[in-house]
Each structure stands twice: as structure tokens, then as C-alpha cells.
């Protein structure tokens, strides 16, 4: 950056950046604040209460929809962290190959494809194994889901990988250790930051997906969004608020024991 | 490409013997058909400029490259087609290639864990390692809490622990500083001694391998030059190029008139007639090089035959060099070993008399 030179000497730049922040924070803030409403309006304060969490934690519908999100969201991003690892592991511990490139490509395009498209398509496969099967468990879900999430989960464990010298595990195998054991001992340990970001990734966009999962889910498979998205076209309600804020807080945590993690690794 | 210390010895324990070892990358000729025995117990030196070879050797050494052609026979046993994780060889790598998220004891404890040794020996081996590279009381701390020096150590100390039949050491202590070159060069030297370990340490550094070695294989373009002693290599040069690569060297031409035994007299450019060491037969009449080192050419008086300008005089404390220009026109440098007397000495724009050792002047084969 040339010296003397300061964003914050811009005129206007402090204001740009203040409504920049407020667009981004204000309406999270108004959320929040309306989930301790003592009403039952969601635009005019009456006063503070817990009562809407309450309301919510003692819904059965609620429960139900949050615990399927959960298992959903657990079991699909463990599924796409699983498969991004083969795939990462694959394409960067090999020497380079012709098609290789075109290999990691088809891990990351369908990051670009528009979800819309994926659920259309998932819904036209996924109906028909319903009728085939006679299956119409979570499963599909799980696995649309998994799919959904695995160039997700593959970029931050490739750039892991990649960012990884090789010298170690030549080191490994140098010191008797075999492949399996080099993998086990040497590449799986320094690899663990990148697939817990991998897992973290796959697990929040699962936990908040409704395009797919409305196409996909069976009758009575809703998950949280979807419930959400199904109490939206009623009567609003600060259970709205409530629901949201708590949703809120179980990403903070997610993304402050990340940062903690990688941090920690880094040194 | 022969192996001039071994001639007219008693056959030796070898511990590693290339046999006609070829390496080509592509179409590319990095190693052509090296024949080396290395001695068991010995440090054993590969030396060379950068680009030579030396590492694609020790990584075949290793496992890490399988020759294109040839055998490596580890105490007579062809061991080139097997893996890394399969020869009784270790390597201290150039960037030591320490596990980051390993404690300095479970780094040295690696490959004995790999191994399926029992605890308690592991224990004891990594204290006794421990103990060896001077890091007691360290094995709990984290590698990337040690310096550069002490992560050398741990990385020496993780490829002994197995206690190999053969240490390869590449580059290790181009990354550390002067001071600690110095005592590592010393620490290596009393570890390959006290376990007994042979060693193949890699350096472009002749100063360093002359130092350290017990013998020394000098290489240029993936071709073996010369293999001795660091005397042998020092003092007889076989051919112009370890003449050039290893200390500093004048290299003179000039004509062959007669040669008596072991001696020739050759004729300088500026009329002038010396005797040198020649082992081999020239004919009279031959245009050969010379090679004489700068501490092996004396000042004289007058009256000497041989009369050098002189150009520049450098001081170096405890020697200085004169760098002369002979009269048929060729340079060469004379060192003098300073006196303590302060005596007065030639001056830049004087000429003087100049003597060249006979036992030290050898000509060179092509
Ligand atoms: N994997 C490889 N592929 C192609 N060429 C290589 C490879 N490894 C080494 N070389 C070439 O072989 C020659 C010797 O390299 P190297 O053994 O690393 O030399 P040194 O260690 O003496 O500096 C160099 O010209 C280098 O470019
Ligand atoms: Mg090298």
C-alpha cells in the first residue's frame, strides 16, 4: 500500500462503513430483540420475556423438526467429509496425471450450479426410487444432502492437503512406517484441522438448506427450515424470533470452536 | 571413475557397494554408471557442486529412487528394488522434516513405535538418544518450541534411534549459521564414532568435507572423479576439475620436454623449466596442466629462475597472499605464512623470485 495513503481519510468512507455494518448486523439485532418480546407481535415491543422460548422448547413440532435437522445434518456432513477426504487424499498424494486437473474440477463446479437445479434434479431421482423401493426414510434426505455438501467439505481439506509437505511422509516411510501407518500416523493428524472445517462447513449448510430439502423431504420429514418456512405462510409469532436466535447462538458456538481449533493448530 | 584407496589394500568389510548405478530422469543422464564401495564404520563423504548428483545418489540410497540401471548391495544384498520402510537406512533430511504435531520424544520413538518394539525399550532408546544429541530433560516439549540447531539434533537422533546400518545426511547444516556449523561438524564426527554407525553425508562444501571425512568421493555432472582420503584427495588430485573444486589451486600450462620416472620437466610459457610430480607417462613434447597449490610456492631470492610481477597483496592475518603474474603471462597466487617479526615484505609493483615446490607441482591427467 502506497504510504500516506488512508482508507480512513476518505470522505464519506466511515458512514459507507457504518451502513455497511448495519445492513449486515441490524436486522439480526431486531430478530434477537423481538424473540424476548412479552407480546405476541413481532413489530411492537411489550415489554422482556422468555416466554417464547419457552413456547418453543415445549413444542412437539419444533422438537421433532430440530432433532431431524440434527441427525440429518450430522450424518450428511459426516458422509461428504468422509468421501471429500478419499477424493482430497486422491488428488494431491499422486504425481501429476492428465485428467487430473479436470478430476478436482468435477469436485468443485457443482459448488457453482445453482442449487434450484441440483434439488430438481435430486426430486425427479429421488421419486422414482420412493415408488422402486418403496423406501421414504431420512436416508434420501441424508444423502441428498451429503452430496450437496461434499465440494463443501473437499476445499478446505485440499487446502490443507496441498499446503502439506510432502517430506513428512516420505520422513514416515523413511522410518519404517508403512502406507497405512504413514497415513494413519503422520497424514491424518495434520490433516484433522482441515476436515473438522470440512465437517463444520457440510454440517451449516445442511442445518439451514430448505431449496433441497423441500424437494426432497417426504410428508412429515420437515427439518427446522422448512418447519420455519411452513409457520411463515400462518400467523407470525416471536417463536419465530426464538427458534431463529437459538439457531443463532448454535452457530456461534460452531464457528468460535473453529476458530479456536485452527488457531490452535497453526502454531 | 576408479577407487584409488583401495588399491593394494586388504579387501574391507563393505557396507554399501554400487555397482554400475545408472539414473536417468526422462531422457535426462543425472547418474551414469557409478562403481563405489563404502566401507563399514566409515563417514563416508559425497561431494560435489550443486546439480551433481549428490542427492539423486542418497535418495536412491534410501528408497526414495529405484536406479535405471545397476545394483545397491547393502552388506551383499541387493536392496534397490525395496522400499524406503524396508532397508535398515535413515535419513536426516535437509529440512529435517520433523513431525510438527509430535513431541520430541515420540519424533526420536517414531520409527521403533513403526516397528512394533515394546514400550519400555522405546522409552530407554529415546533417553538414550536423548542423551547422545545433549537434549536430556527435552523429550516432552514440542519440536516447533526448538531452535533450528536443536531440531537438527532431534532429527539426527530420530534416524539413529533404529539404529540403521547406514546414515544418510544431505546438506544437514547448510541451514545453520558459521558458529554452529563448526560445533555440529565436531558433534557429528563424535556420534558417528560413538555409535558406530556408517555414515553418508552429502556436501558441496569441500572445506567441510575435508574436515569431517574418512574418505571422500568427489563427483561432477553424475560422474564419479576421484574417491580417497581427504590427503589423498587434497594433495593428489587426479584430473583438472578436483584440482579446481577442492582448495585453492594454480593452474599452470606448459610443455612436456623429458620425463624420469616419476618426474617430468615441463617448460613454461615464459621459457622457464620446472619439475613436477607425474605418475603417468606423457610424451615429450605434450602440452599438459599443472597444478600447484598457493601455500606450496615460496618466495625467493633473485636469483631464482622463475620471476613473478607481483599485482596485489592481500593481508589475511595469519597469512598473507601475493597474486603474481608470471612472465609468459600466466597469474598465480603464493601464500606466506605471516611472522611475527613484522619483517618487511614485497611490495605491490615489485618483482620477485618465486620457487615451486617439486613434490608439490603434479601434472594433471585430462
Ligand atoms: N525428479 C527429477 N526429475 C528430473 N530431473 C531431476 C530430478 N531430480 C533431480 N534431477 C536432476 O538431476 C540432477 C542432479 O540433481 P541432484 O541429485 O538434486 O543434485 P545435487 O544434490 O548434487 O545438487 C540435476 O540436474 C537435477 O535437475
Ligand atoms: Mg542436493
Not at chain 1, 55 to 65: F, G, R, T
Not at chain 1, 178 to 191: G, K
Not at chain 1, 260 to 266: A, D, G, P
Not at chain 2, 352 to 365: I, N
Request: charge should be neutral.
Amino acid at each position: 500500500m502506497r504510504k500516506g495513503f488512508d482508507t480512513r481519510s476518505l470522505p464519506g468512507f466511515g458512514i459507507m462503513a457504518l451502513l455497511c455494518f448495519a445492513a449486515l448486523y441490524l436486522p439480526i439485532a431486531v430478530l434477537v430483540v423481538f424473540a424476548f418480546n412479552a407480546g405476541d407481535s413481532i413489530a411492537v415491543m411489550q415489554g422482556l420475556s422468555l416466554r417464547w422460548f419457552v413456547a418453543a422448547a415445549q413444542n412437539e413440532q419444533v422438537i421433532d423438526a430440530s432433532i431431524r435437522s440434527l441427525q440429518v445434518a450430522v450424518a450428511a456432513a459426516g458422509l461428504a467429509t468422509f468421501v471429500a477426504t478419499l477424493a482430497a487424499v486422491a488428488t494431491t498424494r499422486t504425481h501429476r496425471y492428465r485428467g487430473r486437473d479436470a478430476k478436482i474440477m468435477l469436485f468443485t463446479v457443482p459448488l457453482m450450479v445453482p442449487e434450484i437445479v441440483t434439488a430438481v434434479a435430486l426430486l425427479i431421482l429421488v421419486s422414482k426410487l420412493k415408488v422402486w423401493t418403496g423406501y421414504t426414510g431420512l436416508g434420501y434426505l441424508i444423502l441428498s444432502h451429503a452430496a450437496f455438501c461434499v465440494p463443501f467439505a473437499y476445499m478446505p481439506i485440499r487446502a490443507r492437503l496441498s499446503g502439506m509437505d510432502t517430506t513428512l511422509e516420505a520422513a514416515a516411510a523413511d522410518l519404517y512406517a508403512s502406507r497405512w501407518q504413514a497415513f494413519a500416523h503422520v497424514t491424518l493428524p495434520l490433516l484433522l484441522p482441515g476436515i473438522i472445517a470440512g465437517f463444520m462447513l457440510g454440517f451449516v449448510i445442511s442445518l439451514d438448506d430448505v431449496v433441497i430439502t423441500e424437494f426432497v423431504k417426504s410428508a412429515g420429514q420437515d427439518t427446522l427450515p422448512t418447519y420455519m418456512l411452513g409457520q411463515l405462510r400462518r400467523n407470525i409469532t416471536p417463536e419465530i424470533n426464538a427458534i431463529s436466535t437459538a439457531f443463532l447462538m448454535l452457530s456461534i458456538v460452531l464457528i468460535v470452536l473453529f476458530y479456536l481449533l485452527s488457531n490452535r493448530k497453526k502454531t | 571413475m576408479r577407487d584409488s584407496s583401495d588399491m593394494g589394500e586388504s579387501k574391507v568389510l563393505s557396507a554399501v557397494t554400487l555397482a554400475g548405478v545408472a539414473k536417468f530422469f526422462g531422457t535426462f543422464k543425472a547418474i551414469e554408471g557409478i562403481d563405489l564401495t563404502i566401507r563399514q564404520n566409515e563417514f563416508f563423504t559425497l561431494l560435489g557442486p550443486s546439480g551433481c548428483g549428490k542427492t539423486t545418489i542418497l535418495r536412491m540410497l534410501a528408497g526414495f529412487e529405484t536406479p535405471s540401471s545397476g545394483e545397491i548391495l547393502l552388506d551383499g544384498r541387493d536392496i534397490s528394488r525395496l522400499g524406503p520402510n524396508q532397508r535398515p537406512v535413515n535419513t536426516v533430511f535437509q529440512n529435517y522434516a520433523l513431525f510438527p504435531h509430535l513431541s520430541v520424544a515420540q519424533n526420536i520413538g517414531f520409527a521403533l513405535k513403526m516397528l512394533g518394539r515394546p514400550r519400555p525399550e522405546i522409552r530407554d532408546t529415546v533417553e538414550d538418544m536423548l542423551a547422545l544429541v545433549q537434549l536430556s530433560g527435552r523429550g516432552d516439549q514440542l519440536v516447533t518450541q526448538l531452535s533450528g540447531g536443536q531440531q537438527q539434533r532431534v532429527a539426527l537422533a530420530r534416524a539413529l534411534a533404529p539404529r540403521p546400518k547406514v546414515l544418510l545426511l544431505d546438506e544437514p547444516l547448510s541451514a545453520l549459521d558459521q558458529k554452529l556449523r563448526k560445533t555440529m561438524q565436531i558433534e557429528l564426527k563424535r556420534m558417528q564414532r560413538e555409535t558406530g554407525i556408517t555414515f553418508v553425508f552429502v556436501t558441496h562444501d569441500q572445506e567441510e568435507a575435508l574436515t569431517m571425512s574418512d574418505r571422500i568421493a568427489v563427483l561432477s555432472n553424475g560422474a564419479l572423479r576421484q574417491v580417497g582420503s581427504p590427503h589423498e584427495i587434497y594433495n593428489h588430485p587426479v584430473d583438472r576439475f578436483v584440482a579446481d573444486f577442492i582448495g585453492e589451486t594454480n593452474l599452470l600450462t606448459g610443455k612436456v620436454i623429458r620425463q624420469d620416472g616419476d618426474c617430468a620437466h615441463v617448460v613454461l610459457p615464459g621459457g622457464v623449466t620446472i619439475e613436477a610430480q607425474c605418475p603417468h607417462a606423457v610424451s615429450a613434447g605434450s602440452e599438459v596442466t599443472l597444478a600447484v597449490r598457493p601455500e606450496h610456492c615460496t618466495l625467493a631470492g633473485p636469483e631464482a629462475p622463475l620471476s613473478g610481477f607481483i599485482e596485489q597483496v592481500v593481508y589475511f592475518g595469519t597469512d598473507t597472499h601475493f597474486h603474481l603474474r608470471l612472465p609468459g603471462g600466466a597469474p598465480l597466487v603464493l601464500r606466506r605464512q605471516n611472522a611475527a617479526d613484522g619483517r618487511a615484505l614485497p611490495q605491490q609493483g615489485e618483482t620477485v623470485g618465486v620457487a615451486l615446490a617439486p613434490s608439490a607441482t603434479r601434472v594433471l591427467r585430462d
